[in-house]
């Protein structure tokens, strides 16, 4: 699946925070881990593939998260994603964005 | 004297009131806006920064989101601009308010997503919240005077959805021909071509190859290679687009849908 990512300059990559046993806003929601996995990738998953492809900017779009905006920050995914080791340039994209 | 102190009574009674509704108003008011939301979304701050660092190439987010309503984050839709043509990747509902939002009629930069140009369209999977914007991507340029054919590509069963869709609409689609508003006969009139994972576009700016990725139950769902290119010829920028990507781990049990 990689080899699409390969040398790119840009790579927009979907998102998601999800982990029902510690989040009391995930243990409530309507869906499975099993079906995150199925459908999406996890911010964790998605660093393991940035290290991989390393693209000159990674920008997060489509990102899932069941906590309420009010109660989350807008830069969540960006931080765990650097937490999970990857070190380069990304970017939690909202509308209206000019990359 | 009696009827003179009722209206007094009836005006204190009225004033009170009034004070009273004053001060449970300014309780609702000062609670709002919470202080979270104000720093999440300071407008004309936070609305559409620019990254970009091309001149030839710019990729503009018309929706960054999810099926969740929320605001700052529309249905899923971006726009790939070269030379001065729009490449629209998914039509999630944030693609009409926010191509318009970003041209210069709006106060935005991206003179290029003006509607006579909004023509071409790539999905990576028909999923609602990619494509519920289709129906204004046919129809609203239309209206505000697009003469090119709306042209759609995407996985199998894109042309029975596009269909079903000008189905829908075709009273619609006659009244605006033949009654007064006398729209054009051209701009309405749909392409819709399926592709498999392979190259599936190329002209002088892009070529845009798909890829087969795993989403969930889809028997097909795409990530978008795009590359672009300058009016020279030589290539200007890679971009990809991963599609709603999973199954990094498939369980097989317990699948559950929303």
């Known amino acids: ?99 | 004297m009696k009827r003179h102190s009722s209206v007094v009574l009836a005006l204190t009674t009225t004033l009170t009131l009034l004070l009273l509704t004053g001060a449970i108003a300014q309780e609702i008011i000062k609670g709002k806006p919470i202080a979270s939301r104000a720093e999440w979304a300071p407008l004309g701050q936070a609305y559409g920064r620019d990254y970009s660092t091309s001149d030839v190439t710019k990729v503009v987010v018309l929706g960054s989101g999810t099926p969740a309503a929320d605001p700052r984050h529309s249905g899923i839709s971006v726009a790939v601009v070269v030379n001065g043509q729009p490449y629209i990747i998914d039509c999630g509902p944030g693609f009409w308010r926010n191509s318009q939002a970003s041209t210069p009629e709006y106060g935005g930069k991206i003179a290029a997503l003006e509607p006579k140009k909004l023509t071409r369209l790539f999905l990576t999977h028909l999923h609602f919240d990619h494509t519920e914007g289709m129906a204004e991507f046919m129809l609203a340029p239309w209206t505000l005077e697009r003469e090119g054919a709306p042209q759609v590509y995407g996985p199998p069963g894109t042309e029975d959805m596009v269909d079903h869709l000008m189905k829908a609409y075709a009273k619609d689609i006659y009244i605006q021909m033949f009654g007064l508003e006398r729209t054009n006969a051209t701009g309405w009139k749909w392409l819709a071509k399926e592709v498999l994972p392979g190259e599936v576009y190329k002209d002088n700016n892009v070529r845009i190859t798909a890829y087969q990725n795993k989403h969930g139950s889809w028997d097909y769902s795409y990530a978008y290679r795009v590359v672009t290119y300058k009016p020279n010829g030589t290539v200007d920028r890679t971009i990809v687009f991963s599609g709603d990507r999973g199954s990094f781990r498939w369980y097989g049990r317990g699948l559950r849908r929303r």
């Open chain 1, 1 to 99: 699946m990689e080899e699409v990512y390969a040398g790119a300059d840009i790579l927009f990559h979907e998102a998601y925070s999800f982990d029902p046993k510690t989040n009391p806003y995930d243990a409530k929601a309507p869906v499975s881990v099993a079906y995150m996995n199925a459908f999406h990738t996890s911010t964790e998953q998605l660093a393991g593939v940035l290290k991989k492809v390393n693209p000159k900017v990674a920008v997060i779009y489509h990102y899932v998260t069941f906590t309420p905006a009010n109660a989350t920050d807008q830069e969540r995914a960006v931080k765990e994603i650097k937490s999970f080791g990857y070190n380069g340039v990304v970017v939690q994209s909202q509308d209206a964005d000019i990359f």
